[in-house]
């Protein structure tokens, strides 16, 4: 049994949840790519094999655990299979496809709850119907770090801007209050009454635990302002000592700003990715600054910058730039989820080969570069000091995510600040 807990964005990794991209993937068309919440459509079999590098590299390091196997694992529990039908099926206005899914057994239910539900067509609005399922494929769950979001000892549960994503939440939910791997108490926005609910939004790509007493949080198409303040509302409950919250405005478009990870990550305790025009450049997009003492909102101020209010916080960061210094190539390696790296432990980051002036600016800051295939054909243990992995990302970029976006934690030691 896993006791959560996530308290930095660099601590040893030991646990963390990813899905193999599997046919969900396969069945985007030029003409649903765009409602799936894609720019292009992937080769499969070209990213599953770049993907085996990053999982690879994961269960060298650490205990992985599959969506796909979790969601098997809860639904041989007749009870729990039920509930999640029905939620999921009502949710989605096929509520008679419930009794349909509860026929099969625990792993075809599981695939299909991912990969889709072919329409049945058994009357004359299915059979006209331009829709091929009546469960739409999960086309984004290899990005699992947007439906839940561990935080410290707690999982907040993503609640996601648009529809297509919904799912992806409400299978995590289950599978965290229901797995018997996990012992952990989760917070679900989707709970409130929907009086109260608004517009709250939280995906898991703008949510970065700094420190013990640090969020870092991202404001824009994909996380609301009333999304920010239902976490805010969950800091308060906790009554504990002070707690800083560092809210960074993001613009809406372009795409490949969805999330604040994307501009931003942490490398090491002193060291930061980011994407300097947006982070460091003077522009519109405001950093506020909240101070939560003892459950009360003590303060709420606009800071210089991200990285000036961080360091005002004894973090004492050293940014590295994507994509370099060049502003041609920061723009084109930002777009390909050149900022977005994940930690194994300090200083130890995962990212795309194919950003090769971030890579460089990397290696100018000190870091050794191993490509994942030659690490992965060694017998040895994951580096523990200064070293970007890197793996080939020409296909799972396109996805519009990086190996941060495919990786949701669990567990991670406590970093010695």
Same mark, same amino acid.
């Given at each position: 049994?896993?006791?959560?807990?996530?308290?930095?964005? +660099? %601590?040893?990794?030991? $646990?963390?949840?990813?899905?193999?991209?599997?046919?969900?993937?396969? !069945?985007?068309?030029?003409?649903? /790519?765009?409602?799936?919440?894609?720019?292009?459509?992937?080769?499969?079999?070209?990213?599953? *094999?770049?993907?085996?590098?990053?999982?690879?590299?994961?269960?060298?390091?650490?205990?992985?655990?599959?969506?796909?196997?979790?969601?098997?694992?809860?639904? =041989?529990?007749?009870?729990?299979?039920?509930?999640?039908?029905?939620?999921?099926?009502?949710?989605?206005?096929? #509520?008679?496809?419930?009794?349909?899914?509860?026929?099969?057994?625990? !792993?075809?239910?599981?695939?299909?709850? =991912?990969? %889709?539900?072919?329409?049945?067509?058994?009357?004359?609005?299915?059979?006209?119907?331009?829709?091929?399922?009546?469960?739409?494929?999960?086309?984004?769950?290899?990005?699992?770090?947007?439906?839940? +979001?561990?935080?410290?000892?707690?999982?907040?549960?993503?609640?996601?801007?648009?529809?297509?994503?919904?799912?992806?939440?409400?299978?995590?939910?289950?599978?965290?209050?229901?797995? #018997?791997?996990?012992?952990?108490?989760?917070?679900? /926005? /989707?709970?409130?009454?929907?009086?109260?609910? %608004?517009?709250?939004? =939280?995906?898991?790509?703008?949510?970065?635990?700094?420190?013990?007493?640090?969020?870092?949080?991202?404001?824009?198409?994909?996380?609301?302002?009333?999304?920010?303040?239902?976490?805010?509302?969950?800091?308060?409950?906790?009554?504990?000592?002070?707690?800083?919250?560092?809210?960074?405005?993001? #613009? *809406?478009?372009?795409?490949?700003?969805?999330?604040?990870?994307?501009?931003?990550?942490? +490398?090491? !305790?002193?060291?930061?990715?980011?994407?300097?025009?947006?982070?460091?450049?003077?522009?519109?997009?405001?950093? +506020?600054?909240?101070?939560?003492?003892?459950?009360?909102?003590?303060?709420?101020?606009?800071?210089?910058?991200?990285?000036?209010?961080?360091?005002?916080?004894?973090?004492?960061? !050293?940014?590295?730039?994507?994509?370099?210094?060049?502003?041609?190539?920061?723009?084109?390696?930002?777009?390909?989820?050149?900022?977005?790296?994940?930690?194994?432990?300090?200083?130890?980051?995962?990212?795309?080969?194919?950003?090769?002036?971030?890579?460089?600016?990397?290696?100018?800051?000190?870091?050794?570069?191993?490509?994942?295939?030659?690490?992965?054909?060694?017998?040895? /243990?994951?580096?523990?000091?200064?070293?970007?992995?890197?793996?080939?990302?020409? *296909?799972?970029?396109? $996805? %519009?995510?990086?190996?941060?976006?495919?990786?949701? #934690?669990?567990?991670?030691?406590?970093?010695?600040?």
């Amino acid at each position: 049994m896993q006791n959560l807990n996530v308290s930095s964005e +660099i %601590g040893i990794l030991e $646990g963390v949840i990813v899905h193999t991209p599997g046919q969900e993937v396969e !069945k985007m068309t030029p003409e649903n /790519a765009e409602r799936a919440l894609y720019s292009d459509i992937l080769n499969l079999s070209v990213a599953k *094999e770049e993907y085996q590098q990053f999982k690879g590299i994961l269960a060298k390091h650490c205990q992985t655990y599959e969506v796909q196997d979790l969601l098997s694992d809860i639904l =041989i529990v007749d009870d729990v299979k039920q509930n999640l039908l029905n939620t999921i099926c009502q949710t989605e206005g096929a #509520p008679e496809l419930s009794k349909f899914l509860a026929t099969l057994d625990h !792993k075809e239910a599981a695939r299909q709850l =991912i990969e %889709g539900v072919d329409i049945r067509r058994d009357n004359l609005t299915k059979y006209l119907s331009n829709e091929r399922y009546s469960l739409r494929p999960l086309h984004n769950f290899l990005f699992t770090r947007d439906a839940s +979001i561990s935080m410290y000892d707690k999982v907040l549960i993503g609640k996601m801007a648009s529809g297509v994503r919904e799912r992806e939440s409400t299978i995590m939910d289950f599978i965290f209050r229901y797995h #018997p791997n996990f012992q952990v108490t989760t917070l679900n /926005a /989707a709970n409130l009454d929907k009086k109260i609910l %608004g517009d709250i939004r =939280i995906e898991g790509g703008d949510v970065l635990i700094a420190r013990e007493d640090v969020l870092v949080i991202g404001t824009g198409l994909r996380t609301s302002t009333q999304g920010i303040d239902y976490i805010i509302e969950a800091i308060k409950d906790q009554k504990k000592g002070i707690h800083h919250i560092l809210v960074q405005e993001l #613009p *809406e478009t372009p795409e490949s700003f969805i999330h604040l990870d994307m501009v931003f990550t942490f +490398i090491d !305790k002193d060291t930061c990715m980011v994407y300097e025009p947006l982070i460091l450049q003077h522009n519109r997009y405001r950093t +506020i600054h909240i101070t939560i003492d003892h459950g009360k909102v003590q303060s709420i101020n606009t800071e210089p910058n991200l990285l000036i209010a961080l360091n005002s916080l004894g973090f004492n960061l !050293k940014p590295v730039f994507c994509g370099g210094d060049d502003a041609w190539h920061q723009e084109r390696e930002q777009w390909h989820s050149g900022a977005n790296f994940f930690a194994l432990s300090p200083g130890v980051v995962i990212g795309y080969e194919r950003n090769v002036y971030t890579v460089e600016a990397l290696s100018k800051a000190g870091y050794t570069i191993i490509k994942s295939k030659d690490l992965l054909k060694q017998n040895t /243990a994951i580096p523990t000091h200064k070293t970007v992995i890197t793996i080939a990302g020409a *296909e799972l970029a396109r $996805g %519009g995510g990086g190996a941060r976006c495919m990786s949701m #934690p669990v567990k991670r030691k406590p970093v010695n600040w």
